[in-house]
Structures are given as structure tokens and as C-alpha cells.
């Protein structure tokens, strides 16, 4: 399967523990974003990536947030001191270049306890 | 903050009938796009509209955007059981880098 793949699909922790998922995008696509998802509402941005440079933050990113993409291709997400509200879909997505089609993964289910 | 509005939040039809879900939107776009979701599951890609475009077919699908509104409508014809699921807008904008933002999504029930 050459889709994006998100690693793990479910993860529960308690209250201030540290979380990181992995996305690996399709492989010849350049950019990498990273979106959350509450039940009942859409995707909201977080960040995304072209090859290794992060190039845009959304508010909601606090500082407890932070992603990376070393070389260009797979990405983590970690979150620090976790917190109920965390609790989300963290989905990821891949495209070649910007203004078109993106490829979503099935997402990191995270649950904080 | 999340750009489009899908109108109505959810909608229940049976077999063989047309949905149509809308989207309104706040600022220039460069392009907009429609995604479907499966329960816990990721978005995929059905269709892109470009700002220069008002109407656009793929199968049973159509979609049509009217900037000076700021709006689109997405029309299922002869929907299926298989077609429901949630459905979002999304719009991208030199603003943001063009990273898609999306709306909340218009639920769609179809019954057989």
C-alpha cells in the first residue's frame, strides 16, 4: 500500500504524559500536513511542512505541540503534558506541491485519560 | 479557525433521491474542495472546483461555486447507501499558505 500511513492508529494515556505519532506521506509528495480532529467537527489545521522546512503554524499549536519532518520525509507530531482536551483524531495528510488535492492517512486516534 | 460552513449539518434521504449539501466561506479563495469521511476514518478527495470554474462534473457528483456568494453546493444525484458518510468543504487561501481549512461538515444518512 503506497497511501500515508499513521502510526499508531489508537493511543491512550493518562493526564500529563508525552504522545508522538508518525506519518509517512506517499513518497514523491513534498508537502506534509498535520490536522486535528474533534467529534462532530471538521479538521482543523495544525501545521504542515514542504520537504523538511515547517512553514506554517496555526495558533492552536501551542508549545506543548511540536512536529518535525528530518529530511524531507516522514513527520512526527509530539505532544507534551498531555491534557484531556488533546483528546482527538490527529490525521495526516501528503500533497505534491500546494493549491491541489490532499492524501489523508487514517489517522492517530489519541484518548487522555 | 475553520473557513466554510456546510449547510445542513446533517441530512437524511432514502435510496435513489439527490442530496445536496452547501458551503459558504469567508475570504478569496484560490480553489475549493470537497471531501467525504467514513466513520473514524481519513478525509478523501472528491472533487476540486477552481475559483476561475463555476460548474464541475465527476460521476455522480456535481459541483458548482459561485465566488461573488462565497459559496458552493456539492449535488449527489441518485444516492446510494454507500454514499453516507460526513461530507467537508474546504478552501485554501494565499492567507494561510494555502493550507486547506475546512468546514464542519454536512452528515449524510442514506437509507435504504
Known amino acids: 500500500d503506497t497511501g500515508v500511513s499513521q502510526d499508531p492508529r489508537h493511543k491512550i494515556t493518562k493526564r500529563g504524559q508525552n504522545v508522538t505519532f508518525r506519518c509517512d506521506p506517499i513518497s514523491e509528495h513534498n508537502r506534509l500536513y498535520w490536522y486535528r480532529q474533534t467529534l462532530g467537527q471538521g479538521p482543523e489545521f495544525l501545521t504542515y511542512f514542504q520537504n523538511e522546512a515547517q512553514l506554517e503554524k496555526s495558533r492552536l499549536l501551542s508549545d506543548r505541540f511540536s512536529a518535525e519532518r528530518p529530511k524531507g520525509s516522514f513527520s512526527t507530531l509530539e505532544i507534551q503534558r498531555t491534557e484531556q482536551g488533546d483528546s482527538a483524531m490527529y490525521l495526516c495528510?501528503?500533497?505534491?506541491?500546494?493549491?491541489?488535492?490532499?492524501?489523508f492517512g487514517e489517522g492517530s486516534r489519541l484518548t487522555v485519560l | 479557525s475553520q473557513q466554510g460552513e456546510e449547510d445542513p449539518q446533517a441530512l437524511s434521504i432514502q435510496e435513489g433521491e439527490n442530496a445536496t449539501m452547501n458551503c459558504s466561506y469567508k475570504?478569496?479563495?484560490?480553489?475549493l474542495q470537497w471531501y467525504r469521511q467514513n466513520s473514524g476514518r481519513g478525509l478523501v478527495h472528491l472533487i476540486l472546483?477552481?475559483?476561475?470554474?463555476r460548474e464541475k462534473h465527476s460521476g455522480r457528483l456535481r459541483v458548482t461555486l459561485d465566488t461573488s456568494k462565497k459559496s458552493s453546493s456539492l449535488l449527489i444525484t441518485a444516492s446510494r447507501a454507500a454514499d453516507t458518510a460526513s461530507y467537508f468543504c474546504?478552501?485554501?487561501?494565499?492567507?494561510?499558505?494555502?493550507?486547506?481549512?475546512f468546514g464542519k461538515g454536512t452528515s449524510l444518512l442514506v437509507t435504504p
Open positions: 474546504a478552501t485554501d487561501a494565499f492567507s494561510s499558505g494555502y493550507a486547506l481549512n
Open positions: 495528510a501528503s500533497s505534491f506541491g500546494g493549491a491541489g488535492e490532499l492524501f
Open positions: 472546483i477552481r475559483s476561475n470554474e
Open positions: 475570504t478569496s479563495i484560490n480553489n
